[in-house]
């Protein structure tokens, strides 16, 4: 069973060695209509990516405190296995090395602040705001705890304060690697030994 202290002690920050890539132009584009909703999508370098955080209604998936106003905000939370099944044809959760390159086309040490929204961010103790100047528009949707057992109920933490979105790379059979941003940190964070694949987190779909 999961505990919250094995996914607070996860939440470490730690930096990834730097290097230039040479990339084309950030570029905003038309809506992708998915599953009854419109997605705003953005180029940035060679990728392209949703602008929003998904929020597709499926099994293995909730809302922030099984709140649907935090879904029309912040998108569904889903946990590692489905989140390998619910972009849309034609997109794919992107993989750890598709979520650096986009890292390392920002810049490593200013990435998260150049793709937090400029809203929703708790703004307590050592706030570092977003700018959202590519339009990747993250926020921090929390993520949840997926105890799977009727003896204890499902919790969610961190609303406001962390954005975790989950990559497709896997590491064993119980952890896989995810990012993560913090209201109070400049860049992305990568959890060391990855997060539970039973917690919940949000997914960002990328253009194959």
Sequence with gaps: MLKHKQFLSALIFVILLSCSAELEVIERQAGLDYQGQTYRMVKIGNQTWMAENLNYNVKGSACYDNLAANCAIYGRLYDWETALTVCPPGWHLPSDDEWLALELFIGRDSAATRLKTTNYWSEEGDY????????????????????????????????????????????????????????????????????LKLGMFSVRCMRN
């Design 128 to 195: 570092k705001p977003g700018t959202d100047i590519y339009g990747f528009s993250a926020l921090p949707g929390g993520y949840g705890i997926w105890y799977n057992d009727a003896a204890e109920e499902d919790s969610f933490e961190s609303l406001g304060t962390y954005g975790l979105w989950w990559t497709s790379t896997g590491i064993s059979n119980v952890r896989a690697c995810s990012r993560q941003m913090w209201n109070k940190e400049w860049r992305v964070g990568v959890p060391v030994d990855g997060m």
